[in-house]
């Protein structure tokens, strides 16, 4: 009787190990599987306000989104061209206004204050035909 026992007890850890196994293969097959920032983003996920934007997957993946160097749109002849980068909460690079269209705003951000942040077109200036942030090198100790 005692190897009925066994018999039963080692067919059952079969069957449970095989489940084990088995289930979450069937299950993750319909699952999407994201493997860049653009799917991340198509799937619903989070963005993250930063730059450049991350995206957190369901499974804990972050995807950074590749953006070509920001020199291609901080080109300005007078101070009136530079705005804050809108696609920052805290941003600390201006760019012409003429591109602002190309980036995405957040949707949410986060209450704090950073003295080095362009938060408005007046914080950027025009220096040798490139926007800049004036705030860079500020500190909390020049309030």
Do not use: W
Not at 35 to 61: F, H, M, Q, R
């Amino acid at each position: 009787m005692n190897k009925k026992y066994i018999i039963l007890g080692v067919v059952l850890l079969v069957i449970v190990v095989l489940l084990g196994v088995l289930l979450p293969v069937i299950f993750v097959k319909d699952k999407l599987i994201i493997t860049n920032y653009e799917e991340c983003v198509a799937a619903g996920n989070p963005i993250l306000e930063s730059y450049p934007e991350k995206c957190i997957a369901e499974d804990g993946g972050i995807f950074t989104k590749q953006i070509d160097s920001l020199e291609q749109f901080q080109g300005c002849q007078i101070d009136d061209d530079c705005i804050p980068l809108p696609s920052d909460c805290h941003p600390t690079s201006c760019i012409n206004k003429e591109y602002e269209s190309e980036f995405i705003k957040p949707e949410v951000c986060t209450l704090i204050y950073m003295y080095e942040a362009a938060y408005s077109p007046e914080d950027c200036t025009c220096e040798n035909k490139v926007c800049v942030n004036k705030n860079l090198e500020r500190t909390s100790l020049e309030e």
